[in-house]
């Protein structure tokens, strides 16, 4: 069997439903398969949100096409994000896990961001997540809330970071989405989170993207020096 085949192979199997019970093993093999060789932080990552995902519906399990849908969405935007951040893959995936979490927890699919008190609490949601994290999403999150917390931060600041935060968050099978699928195209998101066009959005994020990872390494030397 071909790597290629091997990945389509886990992907389907991801699809079927997986009890949290299951994810530090069925799930997390085949999502393994599915990603390729990646550093260990990367699946700690991809296991965090997954169990997020179970630990937050009704039943505790990952519901039909979520789970492929996650996998899918940590690669697509890992490999978006390469071209727009200077770093490790382990702090993409950690970025993803941020946000995919807090967007699981906030239930950002059920919200519309279109005022600056909505632009803080998608900050927020990430900022003031509970629960352990991989280091580089702990970073992140560090960051986040090193923004939020600025006195009287810029609408335009706020208005970029949660762009980019529900474009690396949120995700859901196109069955859902009434087949559009929401982890592929920034129109979509840009309509049904942000009521804006595709334009303006893509700036927000590509202008985000360009100041954020210096605003996380000054956060990260200012921790480590204790001040």
Wanted: one cysteine or more.
């Amino acid at each position: 069997m071909t790597s290629e085949k091997a990945a389509q192979t886990a992907l389907n199997e991801l699809d079927c439903p997986h009890p949290l019970e299951e994810i530090k093993g069925r799930f997390m093999e085949n999502a393994r398969v599915a990603l390729g060789q990646l550093p260990a932080q990367c699946f700690d990552s991809v296991e965090r949100v997954a169990t997020a995902l179970a630990a937050s519906n009704h039943n505790g399990e990952i519901p039909t096409g979520y789970g492929a849908t996650c996998v899918r969405h940590f690669a697509k935007r890992s490999g978006q994000l390469e071209r727009a951040l200077n770093g490790s893959v382990e702090s993409r995936f950690g970025l993803i896990e941020a946000a995919s979490a807090a967007s699981i927890a906030g239930r950002w699919g059920l919200s519309v961001r279109v005022t600056p008190a909505s632009y803080k609490e998608c900050l927020g949601d990430v900022a003031e997540l509970g629960g352990a994290s991989t280091y580089e999403a702990t970073r992140w999150r560090s960051t986040v809330k090193y923004l939020l917390d600025r006195p009287r931060p810029a609408i335009a600041i706020l208005r970029q970071v949660a762009c980019t935060l529900v474009w690396c968050g949120y995700f859901a099978p196109a069955e859902h989405e009434r087949r559009v699928s929401s982890a592929l195209s920034d129109a979509w998101i840009a309509r049904r989170f942000f009521r804006m066009d595709r334009a303006p959005f893509v700036r927000y994020r590509t202008d985000a993207l360009h100041w954020l990872p210096h605003i996380r390494d000054m956060v990260v030397q200012r921790t480590e020096e204790g001040t």
